[in-house]
């Protein structure tokens, strides 16, 4: 089973800001199987970036994923005041059989 | 608008069972991958299972394999997780969750299930 560990845990930012949020996988994982979500209190997750760097439906261009491997990252350019939130990662994996696995999560706070 | 609602939350002992629904519009159920995810209070996302679009293939986490079935019904647009031998870990929210490919992008609010004698 394939691991998800994001960091940090917490970042504490002003809005404007620049925000980079790391997530590294035990082993290595497809572009196209690596997504990222935003949850907000109460709130069902929604889902920001697929296949890596694929914005979904809706999210705006300050929200940008990349990575490679072990190694994915979730930019955000100017945080705006809606952007404090809590971010997952998920990848999905077929081995030995289909399953997802998420991250802990990295909580984007108010500095 | 895709709209997905569940159901059939709540308190049950230890022990018990328990059947979510949810019921699914706004978009052709029938192509769709289908999933149930759960996040325990103050925790982060467990996916629990996933049935293919013609029902053909069900897919469980080890954590619920053996005491939880998920079905779908088609001709009603709806998906079911029957939750058998509960435990005080299966307490959470569960979200009825979308699948196009390997991500989800359409969430429900979830439901409720608390296991606690």
């Known amino acids: 089973e394939i691991v998800l560990t994001q960091s940090p845990g917490t970042l504490s930012l002003s809005p404007g800001e620049r925000a980079t949020l790391s997530c590294r996988a035990s082993q290595s994982v497809s572009t196209s199987f690596l997504a990222w979500y935003q949850q907000k209190p109460g709130q069902a997750p929604r889902l920001l970036m697929y296949a890596t760097s694929s914005r979904a439906t809706g999210i705006p261009a300050r929200f940008s994923g990349s990575g490679s491997g072990t190694d994915f990252t979730l930019t955000i350019s100017r945080l705006e005041p809606e952007d404090f939130a809590l971010y997952y990662c998920q990848q999905y994996g077929s081995s030995p059989s289909p399953m997802y696995t998420f991250g802990q999560g990295t909580k984007v706070e108010i500095k | 608008e895709v709209q997905l609602v569940e159901s059939g939350g709540g308190l049950v002992k230890p022990g018990g069972s328990l059947r979510l629904s949810c019921a699914a519009s706004g978009f052709s159920f029938f192509n769709y991958v289908m999933n149930w995810v759960r996040q325990a209070p103050g925790k982060g996302l467990e996916w629990v299972s996933s049935v293919s679009s013609s029902s053909g293939s069900t897919y469980y986490a080890d954590s619920v394999r053996g005491r939880f079935t998920i079905s779908r019904d088609t001709a009603k647009n709806s998906l079911f997780l029957q939750m058998n031998s509960l435990r005080a870990e299966d307490t959470a929210v569960y979200y009825c969750?979308?699948?196009?490919?390997?991500?989800?992008?359409?969430w429900g609010q979830g439901t409720l299930v608390t296991v606690s004698s």
């Open positions: 969750v979308r699948s196009p490919g390997w991500s989800f992008d359409f």
